[in-house]
Structure formats: C-alpha cells, structure tokens
C-alpha cells in the first residue's frame, strides 16, 4: 500500500516533490451544487468506508522547462531540489503560483462555472467523486468533501494550482467498457480486475497521467480489460480522466489488491487509429528500483528509461512506461462536432422536444426527475438551449436503451443527427415509463376500487344502523333466528340450546370461523318444524278415489292400505307403522307410496338408500367436520316444511355395508317406533320426534333385509299382473301418457286392444308394466316418425331463425305455432365434434370459412311451439302391422312340447327373476356309464339339490315302481343320468321344480310318456312328501298363457290359490292338490297300464 513511501524521505534532495495523502481528487462539475439521492447516497459510502478505502494522488509543483520541448509538459521535471520548508514558504506567500493539479475540481467540466475560483485554497481539502460500478446510467455524482482525518497531526501540504486537460493527447490507454458507453461530461465507474490494467493505472495516477480512451465492446456478453483485436470494440469512444480510484476488493491483513474502482469523466469524443499494443509485455530487465536510488542520492533529473526495442509502431514518450504493462495502448485523435447553427429551427425544436420528453419522464419516474433537476442547476451560466450537443448527450446517458443506439449517438457529429437519434432513445423511454405506470395504476385502481367499496360499505352502514333503517349483518341476522324460533313449538331442551347458540354466535365476530359453524347450526335449528304438520284426511272414499286413480287391480294392497286408514281415523293417529312393499320391478310400489301420501293429505319425500354404505348418510355428521350436513331423514324434514311427511325409502333390501359403519343397524333407530321419539342426529345433538313421519319401504325381496331391521316392518306383497290387469293399465294410463309425450295428443292415432294383448303375451310377460311401457311408447314414436316422413316438410316446415326477429314479444305472438320464437336471440362459438376423416387424400385443404354463420351458433331462451298433425291423419296399430313397430316376437311360443314329448320329458312350472312365471320342460336321459347324474340348463344348487332328491327316491323305490323285478337288483350302476332344462342362458333357481324333475325320472325309467297339458309345481322331500311354494299367481298365469289344462300343486297351497288368483286366469284349468308323490304319479299316469301296478306296489 505504501508505493510512494520511500519518495517521501527524499523530497529534499530529490528533483520532483511527491507528497502522499488519502484524498479523493477528481474532477465535479458539480461543486457545491445540490445533488442527487444517489449521489447522495454515494458520498455517504464514502464516509463510512474512509478509512478502509484510500487512493492516491500525486502534486507537482514549481517545475520549470527544460529543453525537451517535444514532450508533453505534464511529464517534465523539476530542475533543482528545494527544500521542504521553502516549498511551503513560497506556497504560503504565493497562492497564485502556477503549478500543476491533478484533482482540480475544474479539471472535469466541459463548461465551467463562470463565478469558479481559479484555483481552490489551501485549507479547503479537494472534492470527491466516486460511482458505483454496474450498469447503472451516467450522471453527477456526490461532489461532498470527505471527512476529516482522525489523525490530528500536522501536515505538509503543496500549493495547489489548476491544471488544464490536454487538448491532443495522441497515444492513450484503451480501456474496453462492456453494455454502456460513455458520454462527455458524464461520469461513469468502472470495475477493473486484469492485474496488469490495476497496476498501469496505479502508475499513471502516480505519474500524474489519469487519462485513458473508453471504447464500448460490440459483444455485450463479453468482459476485458484489455483490446486483444481492434474490431472488437467500436472505434469511436471517448478521452477520459480517472478521477478516483479505490479497491474493489481486498483482506486488512493481505495487502494484495484483487481489483480496482475508477472513477471516469469523459471529456471528448476520440476515435481509434491504430492498435499500438495489444496487451503483450515486452521483456526487459526491470532495474527501476537501482535508478530511483541513483537519481535520489545523485539528486540529478533524470527522465524515464527509454522504453526496449519492440515489433510494430513504437510508442510516445509519455506512454513508454507501459509498455512492462499487459495493457492495450493506442493511437486516437479527436472527433470535433460540426458547427452548427444554434437557431436553427430544427435543432431549437428537437430541444424542446427533449425537454418535453424529459419533463414527461420526470412526471413518471423519480429517478429521472432528480437528474434533469441537476443538469438543470448545473446550467445556470447558460442556458440550456445554448448547448443542444451536451443536451443530447444527457439524454441519452440517463436512458436506459440498447446498446447500440447508444453507441450511435456517441458516434453522430452533426449536431441534428445526434438529437434526432438522443430523441428516438428518449421516446423509447419515455414508453416504458407510460407502460410501468399503467401497469402500476391498474393495480392501485383495483386496490382503490376495492377499499374505496368496503369504505363506503360501511359508512353506509353506520348511517343505516344511526338512522335505524337497517341493523348491521350480524345483527340483522340474530333478529331473523329470533323471529324463526318464535313461530316454532320447540321443546324445551331444543329451546335452551337455542338460546346458548344464539347468544354464542351474539360475542362472536362475523369473521370467525367458529362463527360460520353457529350460524349454519342455527339455520338448521330453525328450519326443522317443530310442532307444525299439516292435516291428515282419513277418509276412506276419498283414499279408494285416490287408490283407484293412480292404480288398477292391487285389490289386496289397497285393502290393506284402506284398513291402515281406518285404524288412523279411530286413533287420530298413524303412529308407530312402517309399511313395506315387496314385489317385482315394475310393479308400482313407489306410485302406491305417492297415492298414500295423496289420500292422507301428506307432504311426500323419497330417498333411496340401494348401494348405501355411510352411516353419516342417516345419522349425520359431527359439527367438527368441515362441510358437516345432518342426515336425510332432517333434510327431509326442513324441505317439506311439517313434521307428519310420508317418507319413502326405496330399494331398503339393497342397502350396503362399509368401513363407516352398517346404515341397516342405523336405520333401527330412525324406524323403531320405541326409539324414534328421540331420534339423535349427529349433526343437530337434541332429540327429534320422528314418531308422526309414516315410513314406507319398497323392496324387491326380504331376503336381503336384516332380520332386526324386517322385524319391525308391517311387509305388503306387491305380486305381478295378470294379462286383463295389464290391458286395462295399458288402455287407461300407458298408452294416453306415451301418445301425449309423442306430440300426438289431438291426433287419430290408436293402439288397437288386440294389439295390446300381443304385446302382453309375446313381448311383455314380466310380472310389472315397465318393460310395457317402453313398448307401447315406441309404438308412438315409430307413429310419430312415419307421420312426419310421409307428410314432408311441406306440412311440417322447419321455422326460419330470421323470424326470431320478428317475434319480438307480444303474447299474441308468442302463441302462434307457425313461428316457433317468441323470444330474442344471441350467439355463441361452435364446439362441434371433431370431423374424423383418415381417408381424405394428401391433396385435401381443411375446410376453412370466413362466414360467420360457420363459427357461431345462434343460442336463444324461447320454447318451439307444438305442430298441429292434420285431421286427415288415420293410423291404426293392429296385431297384423305391429311387428313393423316393435319387431318380432321376443316370445315364439308358450311351451317348446306341443304334441306328446317321448318319455323322460315333463312339465314344469318356474318363477323367473324378472317377476314373471314361465312353462318349463323338463328333460332325463338315460346312458351307458358309471351311475352318475349330470346336470345342464344354468341350474341352481337348491335345483340340483332337489334332482338329487328325486334321484334317490326313484332308486329307493325302484321295485315298487316297476323298475327292477326284486328289491335287490342294483339299479344304475352302468348307467349315467343327464338332466336338462331348456333356455340355458336363463338361470333358474328355487325348491318349486321336484316333484317335475321326479316325474321325469320315472317316465324315463319307465318308458311312459307325460301329457303336455299337464303341468306342476311343489318341493318334494327325501321320503316323497310336496311342500308348498310361492309364486303360484305368476306360474298359474304363465300355465294359463300356455294352454295348460291341469295343474299339480301342493295341498299347502290351497287357500293362496282360492283367494289370490283371480277367477279369469283360474278359467279352464283344472287344479289338483297333492300331498305327496304317490298321488302326483298316479294323476300324472293315469289312464297308463304301469297304474294299475302302482294300486298295489304304491301306497299313498
């Protein structure tokens, strides 16, 4: 750090008087004017940093010339050593002495201060200027002096007089400045960190020549200190002064310097010649050390070692001492602007054009705003219009545009040229500016706006609330839930929770989250309908009305519903029954739950808990959850608005059971009419009556339902109907719905009873009218459709979308069924369905359309008006034209035997899963094998348990049978047994067919052939008794269809027959009763010649 120390002690002998003093000399044009915050905040580093941060400068005084007058005079030397105490002397008593200062406050300025000083007082310490490094734009800078010294000491100072900046300074070093370049007048702070540059620059400022070129690199993303080519800069730059230098970084303990901080000014404009040296050192012995101790103890000037011979153009005297330096050197020469005209209307206008600019810019960014207003003190001597060059200058320094804009304003020497393009960069700018500050006050609108609304929110408010127009929210709020609770008759433990609720939600704070919680659980509080029902009809004429309406046949179900009702009217209640329907799909058990509610007078809810696996879904949840709702039994509740609803559950023997627990056991609750006067919700936490709510479950089978759960239900079998019960739903209800929902309600359009009976018995033989439904309303649509396409569109033309415009809204308009708009319309954006076309040729161009008609779709509000069908219009659906409307038959025939099957074949009669019977032969063959029995037809194991039955009675009583000729044969011990029943895709389950499947067995072993006509049911067990079964209407329906003319059936049987089958379907068959085998094989053989073998072998 202390280069200069050893000069210190010979100054006395020594030609040349170096003094050594941390300063911050440099050029301000600035002095004494206010600065900028940056400058500022600069010089405030500054003073931190003071005792860490030094640089160091060099003063020559009182040197005369000598006779080499072909140097520069900033490298002559002094003739003579003085000594140290007349050199203060003569400073003291002449301040006016001529010498030479590097870091003259003048030195900097293009235009100087007219009311400057010529030279600055001794007591006066120079001024500072310093900048931060980075890209930031050129400007002035903190001119404070800095702080005192902490060193009180005396100490020797030189007399201080301006030196002037060289006009011609032909060979300088060339320093390379990366993303900015340099202007006139402007200073700029560069980081150096090649040693080689830090060092030369040390040595210039010690030689008392801080002058360089800066050329801007045409790479941005390029870094050097040193120009290796000449074509890598631009050649034109600019003749700066290093007005201070400190380090950039460095160690307290290590005194090498890892980089420097210099601080330029630029002066003028230069351009590059020729690259005199490019970086390179030259290599020479260094015996600078043994000649500064010479020339010290000889006290003789001596002038600077001649520099060593090196290839290419030789360097200045004044620069020779770089050459030990990897540094670039060189040749420049000054780039004068042209003279211009200072009135010319051009160069005035673009003036002003820039100062408007800038006065914009000011107004939108702060920044600019303090460095127009320290160009603006800082030409206080003249005025600014008088230097339109230096103003084109600045406003490209203080912009930030690309690089090479800049450059090219650097480079214009016209004076208007240089404007034109400052200008182009300003406005630029000057766009930037308007966009940030646009985007800035968008945000800040909406900010504003937002607390501009809740401001004025609750200012109105507190006005309502002062003027007792309105209450605020919460209040308002607390006073809706008082009103509610008041028309209720809620319980008193209801009543007190209430009350706590209330004055809970009362001292909270309408943001609170708990807050939320209490006002939802009061909403449910409230709507629940404590003490309020509506009320009940118990007539029974009006109930039959009602039943016969909605239904027809059923004669049981109503009667038991009619039976309901008139224990309701003695008791003036309902309470504590819980009807279950079961039947077959189709069969109307949720119509018959909706005609309850309708005769009753009661409100109706329905909800189906099939597939249901959460218990919540019953009991609710805890308040704790998020998104916490009750069960659907107090949503039921709050949407029919009384506590006497009737409550349908569907599909109770489809319920599921999960990980959340089983809602069969939780529905015990909500259904016991001992439990349910207190039912418990999770969510609500206070007891409910439920004991008024009449609950009525739909089923397809009890079998599925838990037996706790089936315990408390009071079950009605819904059974199928017969063929006359389904043409009369059909006349009376089906076909008028599906003719109506065609759009043929006016039309002569009708379904011929004869056609209906078709349907019934060769398409639709399921036990329910669904699947006839779904028929009969394909028969009107097919009607509907070849209406319209015999007509045409002529009868029934496609309205024009134009006349939505024309049907504006008058009612009268809105009426007529030729227009079909009654209302405005709009359009939005087509979103077809992509076009999938991957055979369309290489050559094909997508279809691409201007017409606006092909992007959008016209969309409206308004409702087509329903199409008149002329009276001319006659169809007629018969039997003989119904297959071109539902196909062909489903059904071919009632039963695959029609004349006499061979022996091994019977009759029996099943119940499908679809709710219907059906006629269903049994067929036993008999082969060569091992004894085995195989079984074929999708049979279920209750079937095939029930063949192995039949097989084992036939071989236990083979003998008496006929099959063997003594007790003791082995019978099938080399035969196999195969039994089949036809329609294998069918699956066919159930105990009904053994006494059919032992039929067969005999009349295969036998050899005696059964009758079609007869046909039979019953379960058999292992010692040959038949047990009764069920299903006996649907299976005597399907004999019926079939033409059966006898019917074997259990003798438990009996009184079901009798009193449920109607007397149509009963008509033209005999029934027979049996109650074992014996008597089944004896009706089923009669007339046969085996029988009268059997009276003697068989007893009953």
């Not at 006395?12 to 004017?33: E, I, K, T």
């Not at 404590?530 to 027809?552: C, F, M, P, T």
């Not at 639709?764 to 007509?791: T, W």
């Not at 895709?985 to 039929?999: D, M, N, R, V």
Request: charged share 25%; net charge negative; proline share 7%.
């Amino acid at each position: 750090m202390n280069l200069l120390g050893g000069l210190r002690a010979a100054a006395s002998s020594s030609a040349r008087s170096c003094s050594r003093r941390v300063c911050d000399p440099g050029p301000s044009r600035l002095a004494g004017v206010a600065v900028g915050p940056s400058r500022l905040a600069l010089h405030g580093t500054e003073r931190t940093s003071a005792t860490r941060r030094s640089f160091y400068t060099s003063t020559v005084a009182d040197y005369t010339p000598t006779a080499a007058i072909r140097f520069p005079r900033w490298v002559n030397s002094r003739l003579g050593a003085r000594d140290q105490k007349e050199d203060n002397a003569e400073s003291q008593a002449d301040p006016s002495q001529s010498g030479v200062r590097l870091d003259s406050p003048e030195d900097g300025q293009s235009t100087p201060p007219a009311a400057a000083p010529p030279s600055t007082p001794p007591s006066t310490p120079p001024s500072s200027s310093s900048s931060s490094s980075g890209d930031g734009s050129n400007g002035s800078r903190s001119n404070a002096p800095p702080p005192p010294l902490a060193d009180n000491s005396p100490q020797q100072t030189t007399s201080i007089s301006k030196q002037s900046v060289p006009e011609n300074y032909p060979q300088v070093l060339a320093l390379p400045i990366a993303r900015r370049p340099l202007f006139p007048g402007f200073y700029k702070a560069v980081v150096i960190r090649n040693p080689a540059v830090v060092s030369a620059i040390k040595e210039m400022m010690r030689r008392g020549q801080p002058y360089l070129g800066a050329f801007l690199l045409k790479d941005e993303n390029s870094d050097s200190d040193i120009i290796t080519d000449v074509n890598s800069v631009h050649p034109v730059g600019v003749f700066a002064q290093i007005t201070s230098v400190f380090t950039a970084q460095g160690s307290k303990d290590d005194d090498k310097e890892e980089g420097l901080t210099a601080v330029l000014y630029p002066h003028r404009r230069i351009r590059i010649t020729e690259l005199v040296k490019n970086g390179s050192v030259a290599k020479v012995e260094l015996a600078e050390a043994q000649d500064a101790e010479a020339a010290s103890a000889e006290g003789e000037t001596q002038l600077p070692t001649p520099p060593p011979e090196r290839e290419g153009p030789s360097m200045t005297m004044h620069t020779s001492f770089l050459e030990k330096y990897a540094v670039s050197v060189v040749d420049v020469e000054n780039l004068a602007t042209q003279p211009y005209n200072k009135d010319d209307q051009y160069i005035r206008a673009f003036m002003s054009e820039i100062v408007s600019v800038f006065k914009d810019i000011a107004q939108l960014n702060p920044l600019f705003r303090d460095q127009i207003a320290n160009f603006s003190i800082n030409q206080v001597a003249s005025n600014v219009f008088d230097e339109p060059d230096k103003l084109a200058d600045f406003a490209a320094a203080v912009s930030t545009g690309e690089p090479n804009e800049l450059q090219d304003v650097l480079e214009s020497l016209v004076v208007d040229d240089r404007l034109r393009k400052a200008l182009l960069v300003l406005k630029k700018e000057l766009i930037n500016a308007q966009l940030q500050s646009k985007l800035a006050r968008d945000v800040d609108s909406k900010i504003a706006k937002r607390q501009r609304e809740y401001y004025l929110m609750e200012q109105l408010k507190g006005i309502k609330k002062e003027l007792g127009m309105e209450s605020d929210g919460k209040d308002k709020l607390i006073e809706k839930f008082k009103e509610r609770a008041a028309q209720l008759k809620m319980p008193d433990a209801v009543r007190k929770v209430f009350d706590e609720e209330l004055n809970k939600l009362m001292h909270l704070e309408p943001a609170a989250s708990e807050a939320n919680v209490t006002r939802n659980y009061l909403e449910w509080l409230t709507q629940i309908p404590w003490g309020q029902h509506s009320r009940e009809n118990y007539s029974i004429a009006n109930a039959q009305k009602v039943l016969e309406e909605d239904h027809y046949g059923l004669k049981d179900v109503k009667d038991r519903i009619l039976e309901f009702l008139a224990v309701g009217k003695l008791r003036g209640t309902v309470e504590g029954k819980i009807i279950c329907l079961v039947g077959p799909p189709g069969v109307g058990k949720t119509s018959i739950g909706k005609s309850i509610a309708r005769a009753l007078n009661r409100q109706f809810f329905r909800f189906s808990v099939g597939g249901l696996t959460d218990v919540a879904e019953i009991k609710g949840h805890r308040r704790t959850y998020v998104g916490a709702l009750p069960g659907k039994i107090i949503q039921a509740l709050k949407r029919v608005g009384t506590e006497n609803p009737l409550v349908l559950i569907d599909e109770v023997d489809k319920i599921g059971r999960g990980h959340n627990g089983d809602p069969a056991s939780a529905l015990l609750e909500m259904l016991d009419p001992e439990q349910n006067t207190g039912f418990l919700d999770h969510y609500m936490d206070v007891p409910v009556d439920l004991s008024r709510v009449l609950f009525v479950c739909t089923a397809n089978m009890l079998d599925t339902i838990p037996a706790p759960l089936l315990d408390r239900m009071e079950v009605l079998e819904v059974s199928g109907y017969v063929s006359e019960e389904k043409a009369q739903i059909a006349a009376r209800y089906l076909a008028p719905q599906a003719k109506e929902a065609s759009g043929l309600k006016d039309a002569d359009v009708t379904l011929d009873p004869a056609a209906v009976d078709v349907l019934i018995k060769y398409y639709c033989r399921e036990s329910g009218v669904r699947n006839l439904k779904k028929h009969i309303d394909k028969i009107y649509r097919k009607a509907a459709l070849k209406i319209v396409q015999d007509l045409g569109e002529d009868v029934f033309p496609e309205p024009e979308p134009a006349l939505a415009a024309e049907v504006t809204a008058t009612p009268t308009d809105a009426a007529e069924p030729d227009s079909g708009f009654n209302d405005s319309t709009t359009t939005v954006e087509k979103q077809d369905a992509p076009v999938s076309n991957p055979a369309a040729p290489e050559t094909s161009t997508p279809h691409t359309s201007a017409n606006k008609d092909d992007t959008e779709r016209v969309v409206t509000t308004v409702e087509r008006q329903p199409m008149k069908v002329p009276d001319t219009v006659h169809v007629n659906i018969k039997p003989e034209n119904l297959k071109d409307y539902v196909g062909p038959p489903v059904y071919q025939k009632d039963r695959l035997y029609v004349q006499a099957p061979p022996a091994g074949v019977s009759t029996g009669l099943g119940y499908l899963g679809n709710g219907s019977g059906a006629v269903m032969p049994i067929e036993a063959l008999t082969m060569p094998g091992k004894g085995g029995l195989q079984l074929t037809g999708k049979l279920g194991e209750v079937i095939r348990e029930s063949a192995n039955i039949a097989l084992s009675w036939v071989k236990s009583h083979a003998y008496e049978l006929g099959i063997t000729k003594s007790p003791d044969e082995l019978f099938l011990n080399d035969r196999d047994i195969h039994l089949h029943m036809p329609e294998g895709s069918i699956g066919k389950e159930g105990p009904s067919a053994g006494t059919a499947i032992l039929t067969a067995f005999v009349s295969l072993f036998t050899k005696t052939k059964v009758n079609p006509d007869i046909a039979m049911t019953g379960e058999i067990s292992l010692v040959g008794m038949v047990l009764p079964v069920g299903g006996l209407k649907e299976k005597i329906l399907a004999a019926h269809r079939a033409g059966i003319k006898t019917i074997l059936a259990p003798a438990g049987n009996r009184l079901d027959i009798e009193e449920n089958v109607p007397e149509s379907v009963k008509t033209g068959i005999r029934f027979v009763y049996v109650e074992n085998v014996t008597e089944v094989l004896q009706e089923v053989f009669r007339g046969e010649p085996i029988v009268e073998r059997w009276k003697d072998t068989l007893s009953s």
